[in-house]
């Protein structure tokens, strides 16, 4: 797929038809289908080896490096089920050369937005800009994606603190924002230096575009840093659940086990069976002895129950 303007860049073959004349210039892309299309290119061209290399082999990280007459720029989108896909962009005065290891929708964007305004494909600034727009859009839509899903993890946890999978989950989520945050922050700083560098192939008409994808892209990172402090107070609000819910279980049977306390003491008394112990041949000593332990346990609840101890979802005092 190539965006041209009747060039002639100085190579022989293939793509000689799309060498730029003049002022004007050409974006071409490739993806791992086309990479002997591209060696054969890049062979044509006097481009420093490293660029060459940094452009067929990619990085781990998103990274700008300016060579003699041009610049690599490795740039990292996020697709909407999260996984990352690196994209290169080798840029000259005149050209500027895309390749991915597979395709992508990015690729049809930037060309659909090149279609429609003709004159920013006269100039690589422009064709940069919308890479680094798209990239930043993704980036962003990931990011209310996160946001939402962690608002579910909050209701979650109060509606099921004791379910397992939500640590589970959590842990998932902080290792890929752990990812993101890693690619987030290299990509904001090498946005940063094309911001800064003094390059020929940015005018002065893209140098407001670049800057507000940059202030765009910075929300990135710090809402990456945010998210995992949520997690973690997330994680801490489920622990600190379980631990009020297992201190209300202790209660509860801290409870029904002081007022067992004195009827285990009542039927103790009476089962020592002592020869002088006149209520035990008491004709109503049997019912007398289950309506004592049934008065005193029903005291004791009354007690709690007055001081809040049971049956109030408040601890204070009254």
Not at 43 to 65: C, E, K, V, W, Y
Not at 120 to 134: C, I, N, T
Not at 150 to 164: D, G, Y
Not at 254 to 276: C, K, Q, R
């Amino acid at each position: 797929m190539a965006i041209e303007h009747n060039f002639r860049l100085t190579v022989d073959g293939t793509y000689k038809r799309h060498a730029p004349a003049g002022s004007q210039s050409c974006w071409l892309h490739f993806t791992a289908a086309a990479k002997p299309d591209l060696e054969q290119l890049l062979s044509s061209l006097s481009i420093h080896p490293l660029a060459q290399q940094r452009l067929m082999n990619g990085t781990d990280i998103p990274t700008f490096d300016e060579y003699e007459g041009c610049f690599f720029l490795s740039l990292f989108i996020v697709r909407p089920s999260g996984r990352t896909v690196n994209v290169r962009l080798l840029t000259g005065s005149q050209y500027m050369i895309s390749y991915m290891d597979e395709n992508d929708p990015l690729v049809d964007q930037v060309k659909e937005r090149l279609l429609n305004h003709r004159g920013q494909a006269l100039y690589p600034g422009y064709v940069l800009y919308h890479f680094l727009d798209l990239a930043a859009i993704r980036f962003l839509q990931v990011i209310d994606q996160i946001a939402d899903r962690i608002q579910t993890l909050e209701r979650q946890v109060f509606a099921t603190p004791f379910a397992n999978e939500i640590g589970r989950e959590i842990y998932r989520m902080k290792t890929h924002l752990h990812e993101l945050r890693q690619i987030a922050e290299a990509q904001e700083e090498a946005i940063k230096m094309i911001r800064h560098a003094d390059l020929p192939y940015i005018n002065q008409e893209t140098n407001p575009y670049i800057e507000e994808v940059a202030s765009r892209f910075s929300r990135v990172p710090a809402a990456l840093d945010a998210f995992k402090e949520s997690l973690s107070a997330i994680f801490d609000l489920q622990l600190s659940l379980k631990s009020d819910h297992m201190n209300v279980i202790m209660k509860t049977l801290t409870l029904v086990s002081v007022i067992f306390l004195p009827m285990t003491f009542i039927a103790g008394v009476y089962g020592m069976n002592f020869a002088f112990m006149p209520e035990l041949k008491w004709r109503y000593g049997y019912p007398f002895a289950l309506l004592l332990m049934a008065t005193v346990a029903m005291l004791i609840a009354l007690y709690f129950k007055r001081k809040g101890w049971w049956g109030e979802t408040g601890t204070k005092e009254k």
